[in-house]
């Protein structure tokens, strides 16, 4: 049983941490392992991501080049850690802007209601009757193209779904008898929303999170493939997939192995989404 | 000067592009450290009386009349300066205890939080308020407690939790909307027996919503009969049992089943009227045996300490 030790940040204050259960710790195992060796990548990699070698294009792996090399010949491995870096700064930069400001959005809408959830959700249904390739190419045409654009046009993409998802449980939310108690003890609308709304919502936009932190890694793929991402020859993991898919039938490593380093991230942020997710509802933890 | 006083509230709703009164002119005080009870069957306007001293109508409803607290009137000062009372002077208690609680927060902070936010205490020194408003709760090992989620405890805890968030700023009224019907009957005595010591302790004052005249008989100085609307008897809870003067009061009392009675069950004929096809007059007059045409122009709420609104009873 715990005692009367008091958590003292902010953080704790409104999301309880239960403790993490073996596969969040797998997930965080390999996230910060990917994370340390992508930022690691210039001393690390083997190769310079850019330097081409016309010799020895497309080859299989062998010694030299573990995971073979691409059209240009440049190395695999050291563009997948280049890219790595670059792709996770990306995912996980836009993903966190849609987080904050579509929940945000999401739970501004269902508690208020009426035309303000009205005019927003409108909003949000108009961003996502796009395609996200056609929003973001939008954005970015629009804004021009340098890594910070590529950011806020991805996050626009995304943001619609997490003021959906933040919105349908508000609504519910704010109907229960809890948040009659908030307001009968005088607390204002921002920190019913803030204090006793958000607690209950997160846990399921953070799931999502770590899904669409994996669209957004695409997102930037697409952008690229069609020249308004980030400018090759800087690599990317999505704009390898796209450059290796003109080979796919004779070389096909040469989009597998980004591929599977996507997967990766996507698995292992999925498994700390799931591990959050625990953590935030007291229910779901082992604590008694 | 009575700590709460409420003058000719006047509660409309607006239905089919009419306005109609759900509470129809009410007036009474609560005295300092005093239990006021207002009973009355569901759809009475109980209720909205009570969400209505604490503003928290729905932007739909018309409210007249005036609700002085402390010489304010509640009802024209700003949404900010109400806000700023609201937990903190006046507090209130609802009726399900097992979803007044916010599932995901901690008991501690639930308790913590008005402390902060109205007396601006530290969260270390609100925490020690906390635990000391568990222990008057009567809450065993309330360190413990103070840690735990809601869903750790039973209904007459979580009702105790409420109890102590309603109290934590020392309010000077406490309205509690039926506080105890979700709860089984001992837990139930020991809930009020709990909120008549506080009251002694704290100097607090009362008001209790319900339909349930045992709680009445238990707890309350004053009860205030509600009736379609009306306020039609006011008394103090000995002359109220024992000589009730309302029609309706006294038929609302024979309709109860009592142990020491062995004869039948009573119960008032007919309906309330909607609210769109009320009587002019009195509006228990439909249903009253003892009704004359008299009862067709609206009675005033007439005596002093025995407060009847009835044609019949106005030399009591």
């Not at chain 1, 005692?3 to 797998?26: E, G, I, M, Q, Y």
């Not at chain 1, 340390?36 to 001393?43: D, E, F, K, N, T």
């Not at chain 1, 695409?218 to 390898?240: D, H, K, N, R, W």
């Amino acid at each position: 049983m715990r005692t009367d030790s008091l958590n003292k940040r902010f953080f704790s204050w409104v999301f309880n941490l239960n403790p993490l259960t073996a596969l969040t710790a797998l997930g965080l195992v390999i996230f910060s392992l990917i994370l340390v060796v992508s930022l690691a990548a210039p001393i690390v990699a083997p190769y310079d991501p850019l330097e081409q070698n016309i010799l020895n294009r497309l080859q299989g792996a062998s010694s030299d080049h573990w995971l073979g090399t691409d059209v240009f010949g440049r190395d695999t491995l050291s563009r997948i850690l280049h890219g790595a870096q670059i792709s996770l700064v990306i995912g996980l930069t836009s993903t966190g802007i849609a987080l904050v400001a579509g929940t945000g959005l999401g739970i501004v809408a269902g508690y208020y209601g009426g035309w303000t959830d009205i005019v927003l959700m409108r909003l949000m249904d108009i961003l996502l009757a796009f395609p996200t390739l056609i929003t973001g190419l939008l954005i970015v045409a629009v804004l021009g193209t340098n890594p910070i654009n590529i950011v806020i046009a991805i996050a626009i993409t995304l943001l619609p779904n997490f003021a959906r998802v933040a919105r349908a449980p508000t609504i519910t939310l704010k109907e229960r008898e809890f948040i009659e108690s908030c307001r009968a003890l005088g607390y204002s609308d921002i920190r019913i929303m803030g204090v006793h709304i958000l607690p209950n919502v997160i846990g399921e936009v953070v799931v999502l999170a770590s899904l669409w932190t994996a669209s957004a890694i695409m997102i930037e793929a697409y952008l690229s493939f069609i020249g308004l991402g980030v400018a090759p020859p800087t690599p990317t993991l999505g704009g390898m997939i796209r450059q290796g898919l003109e080979n796919i039938l004779d070389t096909p490593w040469v989009t597998i192995y980004p591929g599977f380093a996507v997967m990766f991230i996507v698995l292992a942020l999925n498994l700390i989404g799931d591990g959050v997710r625990d953590a935030i509802d007291p229910k779901a933890g082992g604590r008694s | 000067m009575s700590i709460l006083s409420v003058r000719d509230l006047k509660i409309s709703f607006k239905l089919q592009g009419a306005w109609h009164p759900a509470v129809n002119g009410i007036s009474f005080d609560v005295e300092r450290n005093e239990t006021v009870c207002i009973v009355g069957e569901s759809g009475c306007g109980k209720s909205i009386t009570a969400l209505s001293i604490m503003g928290l109508l729905t932007p739909a409803a018309r409210l007249e009349g005036a609700i002085e607290y402390n010489g304010q009137n509640l009802l024209e000062i700003s949404e900010k300066d109400l806000e700023k009372i609201r937990g903190d002077k006046l507090s209130m208690i609802f009726q399900e205890p097992m979803t007044s609680l916010n599932p995901v927060l901690k008991i501690g902070q639930q308790i913590a939080e008005p402390l902060i936010f109205h007396k601006g205490l530290s969260l270390n020194d609100a925490w020690k308020e906390a635990k000391e408003l568990l222990e008057l709760v009567r809450i065993p090992d309330a360190s413990a407690r103070l840690n735990q989620y809601p869903h750790q405890l039973s209904g007459g805890m979580r009702q105790r939790v409420m109890i102590a968030i309603g109290l934590a700023c020392k309010p000077d009224i406490l309205i509690a909307d039926e506080p105890t019907t979700a709860l089984d009957v001992t837990i139930q005595a020991q809930v009020l027996a709990l909120l008549d010591e506080i009251r002694k302790e704290q100097d607090l004052s009362i008001i209790m919503i319900t339909h349930d005249l045992g709680v009445v008989a238990n707890i309350a100085d004053r009860v205030a009969v509600m009736y379609a609307g009306d306020l039609v008897e006011m008394a103090s809870v000995q002359n109220l049992f024992e000589t009730p003067t309302y029609p309706y009061t006294q038929a609302f009392l024979s309709s109860i089943p009592r142990a020491d009675r062995a004869d039948k069950l009573k119960p008032i004929r007919g309906q309330v009227p909607p609210i769109y096809d009320m009587p002019e007059g009195c509006r228990f007059s439909p249903r009253c045996d003892e009704a004359t045409e008299k009862c067709n122009q609206k009675p005033v709420l007439a005596g002093k300490m025995h407060q009847t609104r009835c044609w019949m009873r106005g030399e009591v």
